[in-house]
C-alpha cells in the first residue's frame, strides 16, 4: 500500500479503537487499546513511506 492509503487506514483503525475503548465491557476496551496502537502503526507506516518517496 501507498502513503496515502495507510495512513487512511491509521486514522480508521484508531477512530475504531477509540471508540471500542468507550464499551463498558473489559474485552472490548482491550480490543480497542490494540486497535488504537495498530492504527498508530499503520500512520507511522506510512509516514516512512512518504519519506522515502512512496506517494500512491
Known sequence: MGELT???KG???E???ELKQQ???PETR????AEEM???ADQ???EVKGA???DI
Open 52 to 54: 522515502l518517496g512512496d
Open 44 to 46: 507511522a507506516k506510512g
Open 6 to 8: 495507510d495512513k487512511i
Open 15 to 17: 477512530a475504531k479503537g
Open 23 to 25: 464499551s463498558n465491557d
Open 38 to 40: 495498530e492504527g498508530k
Open 30 to 33: 482491550a480490543e480497542g487499546k
Open 11 to 13: 486514522n480508521f483503525k
